[in-house]
Nanobody, 122 residues
Framework: QFQLVESGGGLVQAGGSLRLSCTASQRTFANYAAGWFRQAPGKEREFIAR????????EHADSVKGRFTISRDNAKNTVFLQMNTLKPEDTGVYYC???????????????WGQGTQVTVAS
């Protein structure tokens, strides 16, 4: 069974950094595009960043551009989200996902992790 497991969330002060990791249970992860999404309380899940299957193409939401960076290491079946200069509005549950197609649309992703909480204190 294909599974994704996120780690690296936590509590951080505004201006600080965190690095999220998402590790897949199968090597077939290298065949999938991957993305990061977040969901704040009372809000819909929003797109944060996505990366092509081989890592040669990335896209970041305007709200995180210049602060967050998505990357992947297919040898380790892992996708990362480096988050710098964190703001209180970055608070939420962060989810990674894998898709057969490269897309920013949450409903088009085939596999989801359980999420990891990120809290940014002001």
């Amino acid at each position: 069974q294909f599974q994704l497991v996120e780690s690296g969330g936590g509590l951080v002060q505004a201006g600080g950094s965190l690095r999220l990791s998402c590790t897949a249970s199968q090597r077939t992860f290298a065949n999938y595009a991957a993305g990061w999404f977040r969901q704040a309380p009372g809000k819909e899940r929003e797109f944060i960043a996505r990366i092509s299957w081989n890592g040669d193409w990335t896209e970041h939401a305007d709200s995180v551009k210049g602060r967050f960076t998505i990357s992947r290491d297919n040898a380790k079946n892992t996708v990362f989200l480096q988050m710098n200069t964190l703001k209180p509005e970055d608070t939420g549950v962060y989810y990674c996902a894998a898709a057969f197609v490269n897309t920013p649309v949450p409903s088009e992703y085939n596999f989801w992790g359980q999420g990891t909480q990120v809290t940014v204190a002001s």
